[in-house]
């Protein structure tokens, strides 16, 4: 879970920057607001790399996609951009796990002792 997880949320970082660059333009947003707002969001998607896999982890990742959703009002791409990436964030949370899952059964498989031939 933790690489999809990631990769996810390092996609996010790179398009949280980008929309910064694009709600600059907007005239009654400060740059210092935007680029304060932008860094908290794009240090929290760094951060969560790292603690992905702790309690709480997942539930702050749902909260920045929710934020990241919730910024379409700056950046009405952001909506789209903001559904795509909480899609891909379920998808990386579910499937991850199961990939947890399936590699937890395969180790247990390879560290039982293999049962002796009944010839």
């Given at each position: 879970m933790r690489t999809l997880c990631s990769s996810t949320?390092?996609?996010e970082f790179f398009v949280i920057g980008f929309a910064a660059l694009v709600a600059?333009?907007?005239a009654d947003l400060s740059a210092a607001t935007v680029w304060l707002v932008s860094g908290i969001a794009m240090v929290l998607c760094v951060a969560l790399c790292g603690v992905i896999t702790r309690p709480g982890g997942v539930a702050?990742?749902?909260?920045?996609q929710i934020a990241l959703v919730a910024s379409g009002v700056f950046v009405p791409t952001m909506y789209f951009l903001g559904a795509v990436f909480a899609g891909l964030w379920w998808a990386s949370v579910h499937y991850g796990r199961k990939i947890d899952e399936?590699?937890?059964r395969f180790a247990a498989q390879s560290e039982a002792p293999a049962a002796p031939d009944a010839a």
């Open positions: 949320l390092i996609g600059m333009k907007d702050l990742g749902w909260a920045l399936a590699k937890a």
